[in-house]
Nanobody, 127 residues
Framework: QVQLVESGGGLVQAGGSLRLSCAAS????????TGWFRQATGNEREFVAA????????IYPDSMKGRVTISRANAKNTVYLQMNSLKPEDTAVYYC????????????????????WGKGTLVTVSS
């Protein structure tokens, strides 16, 4: 099993920045990629970014490109999500996910089919 623990969420004003962290433990070698998803109240969970542990390949949906950056620290088994120019519509619970598939495959997968999930961290962007 793999445990994923998110941190770094909080309240930020529009235009501000936040960096989220996802610390992985357990059988981390079973994960090929780790990514971030978010879910706003009343909305479906949506893909934000993903990264391959092996070579750092990343993928973002067009809606996130230029505003978020995903990175990893292999020695710490930690993935980060840097978010800039935040908007009120970015308010959501942000979840870390891990899977045996590549980041690219994660980006196309239905979220319920992914292997591992954290409990989420709340990001609130005020206007």
């Amino acid at each position: 099993q793999v445990q994923l623990v998110e941190s770094g969420g909080g309240l930020v004003q529009a235009g501000g920045s936040l960096r989220l962290s996802c610390a992985a433990s357990g059988r981390t070698f079973s994960m090929y990629a780790t990514g971030w998803f978010r879910q706003a109240t009343g909305n479906e969970r949506e893909f934000v970014a993903a990264i391959d542990w092996s070579d750092g390949s990343t993928i973002y949906p067009d809606s996130m490109k230029g505003r978020v950056t995903i990175s990893r620290a292999n020695a710490k088994n930690t993935v980060y999500l840097q978010m800039n120019s935040l908007k009120p519509e970015d308010t959501a619970v942000y979840y870390c996910a891990g899977d045996r598939a590549t980041a690219q495959t994660m980006s196309r997968s239905y979220w319920k089919n992914l292997d591992y999930w954290g409990k989420g961290t709340l990001v609130t962007v005020s206007s």
